[in-house]
């Protein structure tokens, strides 16, 4: 979700930056759910930086469970600002994965 807000006759957003989880089981049925992470204040243009994440876990008698995670964040374009924008997807992604692979 975006908020445009005009000030000063400046374009100031309220960007938020959402993680989603899909969970596909062995007949494709997904289910899917979001949350956010984050909100970011934007006044000028950003890179939007993500990372997606992803097991197959079998399950036995040639079943198996999906689960993909994703998040996007918009960063400045600074070589450091997106590295660590990139390293907070990542690491967000990460926990989220282990975190439902450990419910499994």
């Known amino acids: 979700m975006t908020v445009h807000i005009i000030q000063k006759g400046v374009l100031i957003e309220k960007k938020q ?18 949350e956010v992470v984050d909100e970011v204040i934007v006044d000028k243009p950003m ?27 918009p960063s400045d374009t600074d070589k450091k600002s997106l590295n660590k924008t990139f390293k907070k ?8 994965l282990d ?6």
């Open 99 to 104: 975190s439902i692979m450990d419910d499994v």
């Open 17 to 34: 930056s959402i993680g989603k989880v899909v969970v596909t089981d062995q007949d494709g049925t997904e289910q899917e759910t979001t």
């Open 89 to 96: 997807c990542f690491k967000w992604c990460d926990d989220k």
């Open 47 to 73: 890179a939007n930086v993500g990372v997606k994440v992803g097991t197959t876990k079998n399950l036995g008698d040639y079943n198996s469970l999906r689960v993909d995670v994703s998040l996007f964040i």
